[in-house]
């Protein structure tokens, strides 16, 4: 009984203590900058700008200070983005990377044919990277989200869910899928402070009401990694002109002068890092010395479209479950990994003779 008397207590007093507040109007953003929560809540950093962080969680974005408080607008990524490759190794062939798209409910238009689901419904046991192989060229590409798949608590924040593309004579595609979420909302948030001079956000917002507690950055742990790693994030929103893989659809950047396009296979080959004979289609996911450089393919209309008045058709262009194993997509790359490790291990070992 004492110990149910003690969390009412304390309940009690913190709640008194948040009710003891008045707001506060920052000068500017180095009086604000730090922590506000703990496992989850809100990063804001001197150049204006924000992260909202959490179990899976990071969105950045910008805040300004108003006389009424925060203003948080959150950067919202590109809904689909496509990236093109010339691939003179595929010949008249096409092959598609598809990422993001395990996310949600998203459809595909090759050349005015019918619309695909990416996935098929219930997918799960996902085997990394997805790639589509198609027999003949492509023209033209369409990706259709459909609004009522959005998120539940999207808000009045409005994005052209059909996207079209048109191709310029590529064959090797990486495609982005960036699903909605209700995270990517504006919203607003009031400094405030209670009589013992503790400082804390309040936010109401989509994602709901908080009462934030504040970490000033220079007690917040590892403070200059995060400021790094918010930098990063916002390079990784945008919608890059250029992306550089390998063959196994690991994006890199390329920070290296060493370099050089190779005309015949159209790679990028690193000078200092090679090996004779090396084959680039049989390289690990890591491997930086063959590299594609993949050029953004810009939208040539965005729409809105319920995508049922396309009359899509149930076939997927992948199907993966936990329960139906045998016909769920292969990661064709860790067919090529299980063929060369049991090569390794089947070598026989070599007798060492006695010395005489």
Known sequence: MKHYILIFTLTIISLSMFAQHKPIVPENNQDIAGQYGSSDGILLFENGRFALYGYATFVPGSYQITKEGIDFTPDVPPLFSVYGFHNPALGDEVQMMFQGFEEGDAYVVFDGEK??????????CFDWPFVYHRKKALQDL????????????????????????????????????????????PFKGIVQETAE???????????????????????????????????MSDVSMEDQDILYANERYN????????????????LLIDTLNTEEGSDYRATSYHDTRFLKKYVNIKPSRKTTSDIATLQPTTESIFFTSCEETEKSYKNPHHQVDSIENTYLETIPSIPIPDKQ
């Open 251 to 266: 994006i890199i950047g390329l920070e290296s002068e060493s370099y050089v396009l190779d005309s015949n296979s159209n």
């Open 115 to 124: 619309p695909r689901p990416a996935f098929n419904q219930d997918a799960n």
């Open 142 to 185: 369409t990706f259709n989200r459909n609004k009522s798949d959005y998120d539940d608590g999207f808000g009045e924040l409005t994005i052209d869910n059909q996207w079209e593309f048109s191709n310029d004579g590529y064959n090797d595609f990486i495609f982005l899928f960036n699903k909605p979420s209700r995270y990517y909302s």
């Open 197 to 231: 001079n503790v400082k804390f956000l309040q936010v109401s917002a989509n994602f709901g009401d908080r009462l934030l507690p504040f970490t000033p950055k220079e007690v917040v742990n590892e403070w200059d990694e995060i400021v790094q790693m918010q930098s």
